[in-house]
């Protein structure tokens, strides 16, 4: 057995594999068949306990005493279906996920073996998870921790895979009428669960033209964004991921007017296990062929603007490099109850446009800080997360540990 962390993954050993979510309240569990654009091919493809059945795929009630599960036969699912994601939510309206850790079990279907766990951790506000997935990858099935969370429940799950979630609503009394009526949209192709539809928000009076489906997550196609610690925003605008070369400013000013302050980012990159690949930083400031680099150190503090600054070319970072965190440390042995004014900022190499933005509004007598993490997601795009979480470290090196625990 595998205990798996987010982002592994694992050959299957068997064909047919059942994956059940167990948590400490009833949970809803549903399966998506996804061809290779990453999505549905119609809402036939979304498996769950009011569709039970679909070609290769299907959902197991637990009964209330049990897990609910998705049985998969890799053997009978259609062609072109590359990937299977299995999802989770409360049963409960509303409720998320703190404090009700789920854990996913894989299992050979036809003797119950357990192939693998996964325990998704750190998990706050979110309402529902994209659990794991099973894909295909040169013509072998394989399976993947996730941990993927949404805010925005079901709904958004199911329409970033392109599942249709604008039911008709239940009819009300009508008052008087002042005009004709309106006659009812047909039928959806297939039925769709009441509680996602509950989670949907509400439709606008009238419809827009065609484009990017909302599902509720922060990205940045109102401008500029600035974060409270915690909270994420997706460098997504437009529907479009934004894989372009981005720029991390960091700065701080001396809490004592007059008393400089020695301060050093850094950004420590990692595999999509957690693994450790290369810390980029004053004494090395060029990582990951040249992907990031560093701007140098600054001595003081003094002066507006970024005190150091490092950029990051998304679409040219290796592969296996899935998570950059963003540290700075107090070398001189400086605690931040010291620093003022400190924060980070994502900005557009390209337009020097300001993307995102996180002050840092408290302290601690510490000598490191975690600022900002930057995670690609399954689906390939970037989330940046405002951290703003305390280290006793004066140095990068210090940090490499505690920064793989947060991601």
Not at 365 to 379: C, D, E, R
Request: aromatic residues 6%.
């Amino acid at each position: 057995m595998t205990a798996m962390t987010p982002g592994s993954n694992i050959p299957l050993t068997a064909a047919r594999v059942a994956v059940d979510v167990a948590a400490p309240v009833r949970l809803d569990v549903s399966g998506l068949l996804l061809g290779a654009n990453g999505k549905v091919r119609s809402d036939d493809d979304f498996i769950f306990y009011n569709q039970p059945a679909g070609p290769g795929v299907t959902y197991r009630s637990g009964g209330g005493t049990a897990p609910d599960a998705i049985l998969v036969d890799t053997g009978a699912l259609p062609a072109g279906i590359e990937r299977i994601v299995v999802t989770a939510s409360p049963d409960a309206a509303g409720q998320t996920f703190q404090g009700i850790e789920p854990t996913a079990t894989i299992r050979n279907a036809d003797d119950g073996a357990v192939i693998a766990t996964f325990t998704p951790p750190q998990l706050a506000t979110e309402t529902a998870l994209v659990v794991v997935e099973i894909y295909l990858r040169n013509g072998a099935w394989k399976a993947r921790a996730v941990g993927q969370g949404y805010a925005n429940g079901l709904a958004g799950i199911a329409t970033d895979f392109g599942v249709s979630v604008d039911d008709e609503p239940a009819a009300a009394p009508a008052p008087t009428p002042v005009a004709p009526p309106v006659p009812p949209a047909p039928p959806a192709a297939a039925p769709v669960d009441p509680r996602i539809a509950a989670q949907a928000p509400p439709a606008p009076a009238a419809a827009p033209a065609a484009g990017p489906v909302s599902t509720g997550k922060i990205n940045l196609d109102k401008g500029r964004v600035s974060l409270q610690k915690n909270q994420t925003v997706s460098l997504v605008k437009g529907g479009r991921p934004l894989l372009s070369q981005v720029k991390m400013g960091l700065g701080w000013e001396p809490a004592y007017r007059g008393k400089d302050i020695d301060l050093d980012a850094s950004v420590i990159a990692y595999g999509p296990q957690r693994n450790h690949l290369d810390s980029c930083y004053f004494g090395k400031l060029t990582i990951l062929g040249g992907s990031v680099k560093h701007s140098g150190d600054n001595l003081t503090g003094e002066g507006a603007g970024d005190d150091e600054v490092i950029t990051v070319d998304l679409g040219r970072l290796p592969a296996d490099a899935t998570g950059l965190v963003f540290t700075v440390n107090s070398f001189s042995g400086q605690k931040f109850t010291e620093v003022a004014k400190a924060y980070c900022r994502l900005i557009d190499a390209a337009t020097g446009e300001e993307l995102v933005r996180f002050d840092l509004t408290s302290a601690e007598p510490q000598t490191g800080v975690m600022m900002a993490k930057l995670i690609k997601q399954f689906s390939g795009e970037w989330e940046m997360t405002a951290m703003g979480e305390f280290v006793k470290s004066r140095t990068v090196r210090g940090m490499v540990k505690p920064a793989a625990q947060a991601l």
